[in-house]
Nanobody, 121 residues
Framework: QVQLVESGGGLVQAGGTLRLSCAAS????????MGWYRQAPGRERELAAT???????AYVDSVKARFTISRDNAKNTVFLQMDNLEPEDTAVYYCYARARAHRMLLNLDYWGQGTQVTVSS
């Protein structure tokens, strides 16, 4: 199986910066898509940003000009650089990977445990 471990969350003032990291480990054969989802209190989980193996990136409109997703394929790691943070960015951020484990025939969706990001006004 595949495990995802996030780090880098915390408390920051509006306008501040945080960088999230997520490392995938385990019996990995290949990783296709990686990304970050977020869930604010009382709201559904939403996509924040994704990146393919080839580096194609997608963002939700609300973060496009402020967040940058990147990836180190050799280390099975994905990053989310979050600049100019706003109180509306407060949420639990979950790392996501669509990956294929050894001895498995299909890609499956894997999730990290989540890391809290809190932006104060």
């Amino acid at each position: 199986q595949v495990q995802l471990v996030e780090s880098g969350g915390g408390l920051v003032q509006a306008g501040g910066t945080l960088r999230l990291s997520c490392a995938a480990s385990g019996s990995i054969f290949s990783i296709d898509l990686m990304g970050w989802y977020r869930q604010a209190p009382g709201r559904e989980r939403e996509l924040a940003a994704t990146i393919t193996t080839n580096g194609f990136k997608a963002y939700v409109d609300s973060v496009k000009a402020r967040f940058t997703i990147s990836r180190d394929n050799a280390k099975n790691t994905v990053f989310l650089q979050m600049d100019n943070l706003e109180p509306e960015d407060t949420a639990v951020y979950y790392c996501y990977a669509r990956a294929r484990a050894h001895r498995m025939l299909l890609n499956l969706d894997y999730w990290g445990q989540g890391t809290q990001v809190t932006v104060s006004s």
